[in-house]
């Protein structure tokens, strides 16, 4: 199983950027597609991004395309979510996760992630976003 440690999170005022990093490591971190999620107060954990296990396809929620970028550097075991134009309505607990198993989806043509398809799961950074 894959252990991850989500860093990067910070306070900033809108429309600043952060870049979230999340290190794994005790699996064969390159076969894994890759998410974010993120739970604001009193709210349900949401979708952010995703990328394959290859690194080719990525996709995002509706509410950050356009603003928030993920990218994975499998020789460094790291994925990362580039989040630019940060609004108040970011603002969040960001966990990123591993898929539940290796390979698989190449393309996000027939695939929308949901938590279910995640087994490991960080502890989670906090970004907070003030207007």
């Known amino acids: 199983q894959v252990q991850l440690v989500e860093s990067g999170g910070g306070l900033v005022q809108a429309g600043d950027s952060l870049r979230l990093s999340c290190a794994a490591s005790?699996?064969?971190?390159?076969?894994?597609?890759m998410g974010w999620f993120r739970q604001a107060p009193g709210k349900e954990r949401e979708f952010v991004a995703a990328?394959?296990?290859?690194?080719?396809?990525?996709h995002y929620a509706d509410s950050v395309k356009g603003r928030f970028t993920i990218s994975r550097d499998n020789a460094k075991n790291t994925v990362l979510l580039q989040m630019n134009s940060l609004k108040p309505e970011d603002t969040a607990v960001y966990y990123c996760?591993?898929?539940?198993?290796?390979?698989?989806?190449?393309?996000?043509?027939?695939?929308?992630?949901?938590?279910?398809?995640?087994?490991?799961w960080g502890q989670g950074t906090q970004v907070t976003v003030s207007s």
């Open positions: 996760a591993a898929h539940r198993y290796p390979y698989g989806h190449t393309t996000f043509d027939y695939w929308r992630p949901t938590e279910d398809d995640f087994r490991s």
């Open positions: 990328i394959t296990w290859s690194g080719g396809s990525t």
């Open positions: 005790g699996h064969t971190f390159s076969s894994y597609s």
